[in-house]
């Protein structure tokens, strides 16, 4: 509904002429005088109830509502906002002696809303942000009984999952940057993570939110596409899926009454924790009498490395940073599937600051083509250096 709104000075004049319309030449409205106060007091007081009613109208419609008052509109249709998810990835734990065997215990549990809770036993180098170490039943390392991982005596690293104990995207992580133990471990001598973590992010935002709840909508009446991809999509913040039809994922053979679902939690490599919630979303939407599977993505890693010649003035230190973070950031928005076309390399660094005069020596995994990816691909940022000429 459109509301026609006035200003101050359009309230008193409209007054005034009421009144004048009404008593004649019997009152003195000119500025100053008594009675125009008073009308101006007036028109004060409707500008306020107008302001009122305009917040009003605001909060009951979703389109306009934000924040709080969003969440308790979309409340009516049993829909919450997405929290702030946190940053999830493997980190190499390694040894200098590999001559017995070594244990890594799980510290931290990953909740339902995609928060981390639990004890540091990693950290970046300054402390800013603490990692804990969670379970994953599909690492081969992982020893379900005694919940802890095992580097069997000859091995010298594993990767282990762990997860930021601040959710958002301050747990977030370029590669390398997390290599400081926390807490001591016998038989570990250093950690490091040689992927960066992307995928932690803050609570879902209200634009976000409206999309999603259209997509809601269209998904009430389950069974379909649309209902299985907001399924997982709604497990946390960050979360994608490809969905195949009437194909065996193992095989690539066709297989009727059957689908698969590749579930991304925004890092290329999700946990098991992640994945046995996406399998009981899909669950419960799923057209009778099919099958389904639900896998993580075949991780796909993009090695970047460029050299910049900067104009007169531009930062040497401050340049190349802002260019890998634009291609990290670009990188980790490639969604599932998605292949990363060697041609956007340049033009994103460009982009990234006005006092690049030109780039040279761009190699993606020391080539110069296009990486290609499948449906079961998941491409994500390794590792970018950006040099000056």
Known sequence: MAVT??????????????????????????????????????????????????????????STSTGSDLDSWMADYGLARLPAAAATGNALFARYTATAPAFIAVTGTQNADGSVSGTAVVQTQDGAVQYAVLADTTNANFNVALNQYTLAAGTASIPVLIGA????????????????????????????NTLAFVNGLDAEAD?????????????????????????????????????????????????????YVVADDGSGHPGSTFLESVFS???AVRPLTTVFEVQGPTLAVANITLTLQLASGYDPVA???????????????????????????????????????????????????????????SVKPGTITATVA
């Open 319 to 377: 340049t190349p940073a802002a260019v890998e973070a634009a291609l990290t950031a670009f990188v980790a928005a490639l969604p599932l599937g998605a292949g990363l076309p060697f041609s956007r390399l340049a033009q994103i660094a460009y982009d990234a600051s006005g006092g690049i005069e030109n780039v040279t020596g761009i190699l993606l995994n020391g080539s110069t083509v296009d990486m290609a990816a499948a449906p079961k691909q």
């Open 165 to 192: 104990l601040a959710a958002g995207v301050a747990g977030n992580a370029g590669a390398g940057q997390i290599n400081t133990l926390a807490t001591a471990l016998p038989g570990i001598d250093t950690v490091g």
């Open 281 to 283: 979303a899909v669950e």
């Open 207 to 259: 634009a976000a939110f409206r999309i999603r709840f259209q997509q809601y909508l269209a998904s009430l009446n389950k069974a379909t596409l649309t209902a299985v991809t907001e399924a997982v999509e709604s497990v946390k913040d960050g979360a994608s899926c490809d969905v195949v039809e009437g194909i065996d994922y193992s095989t690539g053979n066709p297989r009727p009454g059957y689908f």
């Open 5 to 62: 709104t006035q200003t101050f000075t359009t309230l008193v004049e409209n007054i005034v002429t009421t009144v004048q319309g009404r008593a004649a030449a019997l009152v003195d409205t000119t500025i100053g005088s008594v009675l125009r106060a008073l009308l101006e007091a007036f028109a004060a007081q409707l500008l306020w109830l107008q302001a009122q009613l305009l917040t009003l109208l605001a909060t009951t419609r979703a």
